[in-house]
């Protein structure tokens, strides 16, 4: 089990295989982190599919606009919408798009992030400096990596809960 420093900011993802521990970092990203929190403690992530999975490349979810129920999934549809809150200001840094981070998914606009993001299958360094990371898996990796795959998959896995540690007993 990982050790949770910060319960506050850590986010439990229940995959298939298992519970994914991600490390938030509001010192790098604090509306990034906020907003996940916000979302994860509405429950706006849960059973939302993972709609877009590259292999070698990263695992996209959180368009808890489309793609968060059966009979409601479209896989046109999935990606393509966010939360009804107000786009996220970019929050750009130093930290690498490396292996098991968490990153902001966007539109072309740099300050178009909402409640999409990634998780990197390895270190992706050509996206540093042009997305937001304000995560880091520390634990579940293996859950990540047996997400199918597929943009969209024929049969996309799901986020079954998303939890912030802290309340969770």
Known sequence: MAEIKDPENTILMELKGGTVTIQLMPDVAPKHCERMKELARAGAYDNVAFHRVID??????????????????NPRRAGTGGSDMPDLPAEFSRVPHARGTLGAARSQNPNSANSQFFINFKDNDFLNGQYTVYGQVIEGMEHVDAITRGEPPA???????????????
């Open 56 to 73: 070698g490349f990263m695992a996209q979810t959180g368009d808890v606009q489309h793609a968060n129920m059966e009979k409601d999934y």
């Open 155 to 169: 049969n996309p896995d799901r986020m079954i809960s998303v939890k912030v540690a802290a309340d969770v007993a």
